[in-house]
């Protein structure tokens, strides 16, 4: 597969954008014309700079308007394009775009749009180019595929073909299996990209939603394999421009295009039997479960004295590093004091459990995740680390069926883990953060990558704008991370570690005895709770009385606290009764509220 | 006309909205329920908090998913129904929202919700409340306020009413002249918010995209307008959110929805004949044009020499304060170095003439705009300032038919004003710069309060995002105002002023004699303008050889070029042949690409 992207698809000039490409790995360019135009490299210098890094120009786009015109505005249209023509000669660009005529087409005809073509076509035929002639979702007449293919064959001219776009044909709703009925050599290009479902005018859906493939809602590996089930064997292309990318620098969203598109080839090329004509990278199954949190800080000191309310064992001292070992159940929270110098309390890293740890590293590597360096010293054992796109460090663990991991072991003079009546038993959910501007390549990295499920995407008020948030979960909840995204302005991003217990009053009863000063919850949710859900007010009570907040679905009851915030993060102790299934989302803004007052008052 | 608006507009806790709402000018709040729950105030701690700062309690909302159902469901909706009223009893509210059933409807019959209407009236009665039924735009079954309204008429009871809120009905395209048909006494509640013309699913457009009145492309003076001539006279109630107003300090939103309601009722007052009804603020024409623009620095020599090469006179220097003024034809700059330590050179102030400077300043005062004290000595002309959302201060002057300003006799020591062949000879436009915070109170600062016109939004590409534009500008276009809102990230705001002369290519001409180094336009420009245009390649040759860039529209053509940027601005020579009446936009993404490179390169 020839890996080809848009240069509409970065941001910065024309220079870096074509260094992000070679860097990420991809093979080719299109050359976005306004790029060209802001560039203060000559074509021949473009050209130079493409062949020393390894880049070919793959496709120079878009020359609009053309087709479906009046005989005086054809005449000039020609002239337009030969210009065009002149300059991909410079470029040594060999196909031109042409997309159906949004602006300026009068006729709408198949006969008069292949005659058009027919004539543009020898006009390049001369200059050695040939059209890949394409129908936009939002063009005057021309908006579907099959009558661009139509008009194509109508032309029938050897330098015209069609170029095939994803998002062009998919957000019309068309049907892609018609592109199985065009022969290969007919399709001179093909572009993919991916888009939430939205509904939207498909002109701004296109112009400010694109996404890269797997972060969307369509479905791509169908539309690549009929692409490839033609024959097809040219360039497939990324072109997905979107407000967030335009802000990106460009060499981490050219490495996040390359991974989705290896990604998206992987998942076609075994959904589709197509491990002859498409890349293949190793498989793996998503983890068993959470194998340990990493909280780093100069000081955890904060931290120890509120896993020991929560019940936790200290299990000691690393024998080489300035990391500390506490758990409860199955929950395993590894304090890291190196290189944490003025950093306060955050998640750092996390520990994930597999059942075969070598596929789950080998999958990762291949698709070009970054690793963590980690030293290692004699009779340690060995995690494989990555860096995900949101910063935090992943660890790779074979599953514990019965018992502790081994490298428990590495751990000296601890105390024995002594289980306390329904106490912590393991860890639930691990809340994230990530920014608007690492969001999508981060959901794409824990579910192209990763394999695990995403969720549906939801909203919540805070007293300073709202959050979105996404659950990423395997199928069986072993791992939960559901990953908010901040407002731009005025908030503190905060993590939250979330234990799970069989009795959330009990724990909180004992932390409180020992101390432990909770989230204040306000009596007004109370009132609102009992009223909501219709609750025994003896309940009501006690959950008042320990600051335990509810929320309850169709299939169980949640009951669950926080403690107060710690650095940039703080823990939560749930508890699942029945089948519930969610995450109190109901309760965050009364959380967030809460936490906002005693940030006001420094607290 | 009773000023309300509901908590949910503004951020922050609730203790801070209300205060916002007090100090704003509001007569009162809807409790918007979320923000009681989360509240550590008691209801009783409320009720007293806005008596002292003399704000009404108008209404407790919402109320949700009420009628349209089952037996057994209606009884605990019922009981979920007393609880709330309790809570209203002790905040001394006696109005509740309910709102269209959207989730748990399942009988879609007029006289089954009108039945429960009315036994949640009597117990509504018991309570001494009543309730404001309002068909949301997405509700399961009733989405049209007629319908709403039929169903309350049936329910037949003093203790139902309707809820009239211009979003729900707007959006749906509802005819808004059937609120003549309610009796004002069954009119409970009035709602008002504005939208952008969106094509989206309502709900998102809700959610997200609500805005003041006069912000949106909604007819709220005809909405408002169908409320009065009920002879309606309870609260007139802002009901807004969007992402930005959920991120901007309550204060300053709270500010800005007060003048926008105020203007509102001025413009329907006047508009529809209803001056007895809705308060008044004085009139004003818009301005006549640009007085002069103020540059401020701590040094400002650059600007200087810059000025000179453009062929500006110095006028002199301000007898009192360390002010310059050049000027060249009617364009005058004043170069203020006073207040500036560690400020670049920015566009700190412009001057507008005024036929009427007395109502002009009436009206703004009156609209509640902060006004910029000035020291002002004997002699000295008075120009009365106001501080704009965005920061710039504005100046209001006396229009000059003939002659020069009388303040420019202030200045002394400076030359006489020589005119230059063909030279500059006005203030084209002045390029503005917001926030996508204070975006949207600009533009309504711009044309509610000063009456200019809102051209249609753009959206320009730079290396590092998109910028969104919109111009905005009195009908003759004397005073032209494109206001540009940046992108969040890695932008450096810049400002502009453009000039105005009868041929651009001397002025840069001249202005390269002296000295001066234009901002740098690429080759593949020039040959991407001739073969878009069909230009004479020797007229390109000219435009090449001077750096000016070129447009044409239907209306007439466009020359202009760009000084390098100075501080955070830069100058922008223009030349409007015929009937040109825009930018050059189409230029706009290779300047801020030359502008980026010059950045990256450090020069």
Redesign the interface.
Known sequence: MHASIATVCL???LEEKMTACAEAGFDGIEVF??D?????L??EEIRARAERLGLTLDLYQPFRDFEGVTEDLLE?NL??AE??FE?MGRLGIDTVLVCSNVATATIDSDEVSAAQLRRLGDLAQRHGVRIAFEALAWGRYISDYRRAWRIVELADHPAVGTCLDSFHILSRGHDPAGIEEIPAEKIFFVQLADAPA????VL?WS?HHRLFPGEGDFDLPAFLAHVVRTGYSGPVSLEVFN?TF??TAAGATAVHAYRSLIALADQTARREGRTDQLPTVPESAPAAGVDFVEIKAEDTTEVEIVLDQLGFAFRGQHRTKPVRLWSAGGARIVLNEQYARDLPPHVAGLGLQYDDVASAEARTAALGVTRVPRRMQAGEQRLPAFATPHGLELFFAERTRAGEPGWVDEFEHGLRATPEPDGVVAVDHVNLMST??DHDETVHFYTGVLGLEKGRSN?V?S????VRSRVLRTADGAVRLPLNVL????TQPTEHVALSCPDAIAVARRARERGMRLL?V????Y??V???F?LDPAFVERLREHQVLYDRDQQGEFLHFYTRQIGRLFIEVVQRIDAYDGYGAENA??R???Q??LD?DGR
Chains 1, 2 share one sequence.
């Open positions: 941001s910065g000039g014309e306004p060209l135009v802001a560039s203060d000559s074509p000039a002239r337009r210009a065009r300059v939205l509904s939207m005018d701004s112009r407000d335009r802000q608007w501007e909203q008020a007293p300073h704008g709202l407002p731009a302005s005025r204040p306000p009596g007004n949710y009132d609102d009992r009223a909501r219709g803004p009364v967030l509220a809460a906002s007052r006001r």
